[in-house]
């Protein structure tokens, strides 16, 4: 796997690569490839290679933010826990929602231990709030281009909050209609990340381009391909 071309943000501090989808970030228990077994061809002659300093989705694309050493790692893991990290992400959903923005504010908790990482609505789970605004709309009404932007970092946190409304996102193989056989690829897109690395300095801002599995459903809904507001 190439990285060296997916770069899109390198300083002496960290990286910002775009993740493609389908790809998992870490071997699993299962084992298998992933995103790590490429990290060799980003130590930039650093003695270890950089380091995940949080994860993406298998199935989900973009922005994914990686620290070059110890240090470094331990300034993104506080920035991430505190919430001050910016994440925009892009989708197709299926659905249309009536307004136009908003915000879902649903604690979401464990599905139930035997299914993993799976999590669901649950009045007594973790807080978790999601904003979102539309950027397009299919001629039919059958689906929509939405931007979303988490203020927390809970487990599929943007798929169950989705899916909760009424609209799960296009290709979903746990919360939305991917389950089927030769279903769609999960349209889910970590569209940007801006990250206050130095205090006092400008953050570090990296926007990931739409890709190429979900440029067909985005130009549906109205996407241009140029620069989204």
């Known amino acids: 796997m190439d990285l060296l071309s997916r770069l899109l943000h390198r300083d002496g501090l960290m990286l910002i690569v775009d993740k493609p989808a389908g790809v998992a970030v870490h071997r699993g228990p299962k084992g298998g490839p992933s995103l790590e077994d490429a990290f060799d061809q980003l130590r930039f002659g650093l003695p270890r290679p950089p380091a995940l300093a949080h994860r993406l989705d298998k199935d989900t694309s973009g922005c994914l933010v990686l620290g070059r050493h110890r240090k470094a790692l331990e300034r993104l893991g506080k920035l991430f826990k505190s919430g001050r990290i910016g994440k925009t992400y892009w989708a197709v959903v299926e659905g249309a929602p009536a307004a136009e923005d908003g915000d879902i504010d649903v604690p979401l908790g464990r599905l139930d231990a035997a299914r993993?990482?799976?999590?669901?609505?649950?009045?007594?789970?973790?807080?978790?709030?999601?904003?979102?605004?539309?950027?397009?709309?299919?001629?039919?009404?059958?689906?929509?281009?939405?931007?979303?932007?988490?203020h927390t970092g809970r487990t599929h946190q943007i798929r169950v909050h989705a899916q909760?409304?009424?609209?799960?996102?296009?290709?979903?193989?746990?919360?939305g209609s991917g389950r089927r056989e030769g279903s769609a690829p999960?349209?889910?897109?970590?569209?940007?990340?801006?990250?206050?690395?130095?205090?006092?300095?400008?953050?570090?801002?990296?926007?990931?381009?739409?890709?190429?599995?979900?440029?067909?459903?985005?130009?549906?809904?109205?996407?241009?391909?140029?620069?989204?507001?």
Not at 123 to 146: E, K, M, N, Q, Y
Not at 164 to 175: A, H, N, R, T, V
Not at 203 to 224: I, N
């Open 186 to 229: 999960l349209h889910l897109h970590a569209r940007a990340v801006s990250v206050p690395m130095q205090d006092g300095k400008p953050p570090v801002e990296a926007v990931a381009p739409a890709p190429a599995h979900m440029r067909q459903a985005l130009t549906a809904c109205g996407w241009s391909g140029k620069a989204q507001p």
């Open 116 to 150: 993993g990482w799976w999590m669901r609505p649950d009045p007594l789970g973790l807080p978790a709030r999601t904003s979102w605004r539309v950027l397009g709309r299919s001629g039919d009404g059958a689906r929509a281009f939405i931007e979303f932007t988490p």
């Open 164 to 175: 909760s409304m009424g609209w799960p996102i296009l290709g979903d193989p746990i919360y």
